[in-house]
């Protein structure tokens, strides 16, 4: 580790710890969606559909859902607070600003903002996989210790994208947009509802999704299906989607604090 990086990363680390102790002022507050969205949707979804729908490849409905909910949380922990947190950080508190009057840079306020989507991401999904696990839907629950990490991979680019997003939009009103036409039809269409074996064209045009990779990976481990090939394949797209989207997102970042 070169001085400069280890230099970056204390700096970076001071905007995760100003992130967590404005976010535990509030923290019941806070983590009550993250947690109350996963358990209602599993409970009405998975317990009320499971008697109707039968089996999907030995594992009942609700067993199915199961790894979804885990990264769901870790998409939607990532992308609110990369995207209407950071825009207000930006835009109505100036608290990027303020920071950068110190020998914090825009690099280290981009990786600090990634560090604590991964730290929150990873921390929520591991809770709600210990939910799972507790409830009985883990077919293979030695998973429960792998959650917090794919979690937190999964959500460094899904807050790429609401750093994207963020130096994109005019005003807050747009985020509305991104998430009807990005996030919403990422959320619904990849796999977490049901599977994508019989649809060709859905399963091809998935694969341009890191929340897709995310989505099997968890998959994989919650079921118990170690298949090398297919968690090489997953995890490799899942790091590329997530060099590709961070280094545009910082890119953009980098024009919109500097101007």
């Not at 509030?26 to 009405?44: K, Q």
């Not at 807050?159 to 990422?186: D, E, H, K, W």
Request: glycine share 10%.
């Amino acid at each position: 580790m070169t001085d400069e990086f280890r230099t970056s990363f204390q700096l970076a680390w001071h905007v995760v710890v100003r992130n967590w102790v404005v976010y535990r002022k509030d923290f019941l507050a806070n983590i009550s969606p993250t947690l109350a969205d996963p358990a209602l949707m599993l409970t009405a979804l998975g317990m009320g559909l499971s008697p109707f729908i039968g089996q999907i490849g030995g594992l009942s409905y609700a067993q199915y859902l199961a790894p979804g909910m885990v990264a769901t949380t870790a998409l939607f922990t990532a992308f609110f607070e990369s995207s209407y947190g950071f825009y207000v950080k930006m835009t109505f508190e100036s608290v990027f600003k303020a920071m950068l009057t110190t020998p914090i840079g825009v690099r280290e306020v981009v990786m600090g903002e990634f560090l604590w989507g991964f730290i929150r991401a990873a921390l929520m999904g591991g809770t709600v996989g210990v939910f799972l696990l507790l409830m009985g839907l883990l077919s293979n629950p030695w998973s429960v210790f792998l959650f917090p990490l794919i979690a937190g991979l999964l959500a460094v680019p899904c807050g790429a994208i609401g750093l994207l997003a963020s130096a994109m939009v005019r005003n807050i009103n747009q985020f509305q947009t991104v998430y009807s036409f990005l996030i919403a039809p990422i959320f619904y269409l990849s796999g977490v509802f049901f599977p994508l074996g019989d649809r060709p064209v859905l399963s091809v045009i998935v694969q341009f999704s890191p929340f897709y990779h995310g989505v099997r990976l968890l998959q994989l481990s919650a079921w118990g299906q170690w298949h090398p090939g297919e968690i090489a394949w997953h995890l490799g797209m899942l790091l590329l989607f997530t060099a590709g989207l961070c280094y545009w997102a910082y890119r953009k970042v980098v024009k919109i604090l500097t101007t």
